[in-house]
Nanobody, 116 residues
Framework: QVQLVESGGGLVQPGGSLRLSCAASGFTFSAYAMNWYRQAPGKERELVAFINSSGGVTNYANSVKGRFTISRDNAKNTVYLQMNSLKPEDTAVYYC?????????WGQGTQVTVSS
């Protein structure tokens, strides 16, 4: 069965960095685009970053453009989110998602807290 397991979250000071990982299994990882989403308390889940199956195409929410970088290693079945220059407003639970028609699969999420 499809499994997505996020890791790498934690508490970081403003201006700091974190790298999130999402380990995938149960499907042909290299054939599918991947996404990172986040959900802050009291807010809707929002798309943060997208990467196509080969890794050659990426896209970002305006709020993270220039600070976050999505990448993937198809040999390791893993997608990453490098987050730099973190701000308090980046505090959220971060999820990876795979859309394997017609189902969207989500990981359990990893908490990122940006606070001094």
């Amino acid at each position: 069965q499809v499994q997505l397991v996020e890791s790498g979250g934690g508490l970081v000071q403003p201006g700091g960095s974190l790298r999130l990982s999402c380990a995938a299994s149960g499907f042909t990882f290299s054939a599918y685009a991947m996404n990172w989403y986040r959900q802050a308390p009291g807010k809707e889940r929002e798309l943060v970053a997208f990467i196509n199956s080969s890794g050659g195409v990426t896209n970002y929410a305006n709020s993270v453009k220039g600070r976050f970088t999505i990448s993937r290693d198809n040999a390791k079945n893993t997608v990453y989110l490098q987050m730099n220059s973190l701000k308090p407003e980046d505090t959220a639970v971060y999820y990876c998602k795979a859309y394997i028609r017609p189902v969207s699969y989500w990981g359990q999420g990893t908490q990122v807290t940006v606070s001094s």
